[in-house]
């Protein structure tokens, strides 16, 4: 009986301390500054009269499919590297000129465009860790080419969804004073105005409408993928991929997502892209239809027809099982076998557009 007695208790304590636990991490979600704002009430009912993606109380892909879809792949040995990666010291261009495209890739999927005379930076997540905390979360694990206080001033930044390694609260907060305005989905505005960015420099979008902005046309295109910086609130925001066009030469960034119909219809609607940014890495047969899978990157290249192909979305961090250079060993063996012009510049080396063919280093394969 005694026995009984104290293993009630044992059960009891806990208990306890599990909801003690819940409960702490419920208030970290609704508190803390790093996961941010969601839609509001008001927000949300504007995003059902403006977008067809939004019913029921969240944003749909075009066609519907789980997120969690099969069985994982076995953990590599090598999902990281034995050492960091290195990186290039980029030769930003002080004062490019009206026809000139340049590019600098920052690591995982952080993309400094320099076109013409503006900067372009597309999801940057600069920080050491794709978490809402600092002590925790996967962690970065190549040098990083420039932190965001040696940033330049910045004309556009985009958002393509509001996932930590690809929004990140502390870099927001160092360059929103030097950014001329921010372009993201649907929702991820609520986030970014709870981060004190100003109202005005942003512009919220839905697939397929287009702003104009320094000269150049800025059109959310879709992607197949999901949402969600709380686990207990998915898909309160929209994600997806940037066209930008307007100068000498078009870019196709995809935002993340797996492999639909989507990069047919830009290629279509938008014109073949000069250049395509494609999301490369953090793939699994877990999730099969939210990341693409390298052979399906290069297909995805080939369906909108692009010019010329840059694998990201790998290199830094380690989100799953794959070894950390898989997506570029494959996606390289793939673009050979099926005729797709693609360059793999170093992270932080900057490249001019019209240089891209010699870019031939497989610099990744000196780094264990």
């Avoid at 979008?205 to 992607?223: A, I, M, Q, R, Y």
């Avoid at 066209?243 to 078009?250: E, H």
């Avoid at 052979?295 to 790998?314: C, F, M, R, Y």
Wanted: glycine residues 8%; hydrophobic residues 40%; aromatic residues 10%.
């Amino acid at each position: 009986m005694k026995i009984l007695k104290l293993l009630g208790k044992v059960i009891a304590i806990a208990l306890a301390a599990l909801l003690l636990i819940a409960a702490a991490v419920v208030l970290f979600l609704m508190l803390s500054p790093a996961v941010g704002k969601h839609p509001d009430k008001e927000e949300r009912a504007g995003f059902e009269q403006r977008s067809k993606q939004y019913r029921e109380g969240r944003f749909h892909n075009e066609d519907e499919m789980p997120v969690m879809g099969g069985k994982a792949y076995p953990a590599s040995s090598r999902r990281m590297p034995k050492k960091k990666l290195p990186a290039a010291e980029p030769s930003l261009i002080a004062a490019p000129g009206e026809g000139d495209l340049s590019f600098t890739w920052l690591g995982h999927s952080a993309f400094l465009l320099q076109y013409g005379a503006r900067n372009i930076l597309i999801d940057p997540m600069l920080g050491e860790r794709t978490s809402p905390v600092s002590f925790a979360g996967p962690k970065r694990f190549s040098e990083l080419p420039l932190t965001a206080d040696e940033l330049p001033d910045i004309d556009v930044v985009f958002i393509s969804h509001d996932h930590y390694d690809h929004l990140d609260y502390r870099t927001i907060l160092k360059i929103k004073d030097r950014a001329g305005v921010f372009i993201c989905p649907l929702g991820v505005d609520a986030i970014l105005r709870g981060w004190g960015v100003e109202e005005e420099k942003i512009f919220a979008l839905d697939w397929w409408e287009s702003v104009e902005t320094g000269g150049l046309s800025f059109t959310l295109t879709p992607s197949q993928h999901f949402s969600g910086r709380d686990p207990l609130k998915r898909d309160t925001t929209l994600w997806g991929g940037l066209y930008i066009a307007g100068g000498p030469q078009s870019v196709y960034y995809t935002g993340d997502g797996g492999y639909c119909k989507a990069f047919k219809e830009v290629g279509e609607r938008l014109g073949a892209p000069d250049l395509m940014i494609a999301e490369c890495g953090q793939y699994d047969t877990a999730w099969p239809s939210m990341h693409m899978f390298p052979e399906e990157t290069v297909q995805a290249g080939k369906d909108a027809k692009a010019s010329w192909l840059i694998p990201v979305h790998w290199g830094s961090f380690s989100i799953c099982n794959h070894a950390w250079d898989d997506s570029v060993t494959r996606v390289t063996a793939a673009a050979a076998d099926q005729g797709l012009d693609i360059a793999v510049p170093m992270m932080g080396q900057t490249v001019d557009f019209d240089e891209l063919a010699s870019v031939t280093a497989r610099w990744w394969e000196d780094c264990e």
